[in-house]
């Protein structure tokens, strides 16, 4: 079995910062792709930022400048800094992990449980 376990989500004021931490565990044999992901109330879930295995990014064009993206292989984890928050950010966020648990596997997607980020202005 595989856990992904998220932290870090809160409510700050326009302008403040956030960190979010993923951290997966349990059966893991490789870890190729991980990102953040995340969905407002009545809109679609939405790609917010990717890190490959060797540590390529990719940024949502409404996060580039304010948010980044890193990951720590040892630990398995995802981080995801967010700096001048806006109310529009406000969403949970998801954590997404490509993860292979065996050697003779494939890789699949696991998902965090999500954790709530609001912004007020």
């Known amino acids: 079995q595989v856990q992904l376990v998220e932290s870090g989500g809160g409510l700050v004021q326009a302008g403040g910062s956030l960190r979010l931490s993923c951290a997966a565990s349990?059966?893991?044999?490789?870890?190729?792709?991980m990102g953040w992901y995340r969905q407002a109330p009545g809109k679609q879930r939405e790609l917010v930022a990717t890190?490959?295995?060797?540590?390529?990014?990719n940024y949502l064009d409404t996060v580039k400048g304010r948010f980044t993206i890193s990951r720590d292989n040892a630990k398995n984890t995802v981080y995801l800094q967010m700096n001048s928050l806006k109310p529009e950010d406000t969403a949970v966020y998801y954590c997404?992990?490509?993860?292979?648990?065996?050697?003779?596997?494939?890789?699949?997607?696991?998902w965090g449980q999500g954790t709530q980020v609001t912004v007020s202005s």
């Open positions: 997404n992990v490509n993860i292979r648990r065996t050697l003779n596997l494939g890789y699949r997607d696991y």
């Open positions: 349990g059966s893991i044999f490789s870890i190729n792709a």
């Open positions: 890190i490959t295995s060797g540590g390529n990014t």
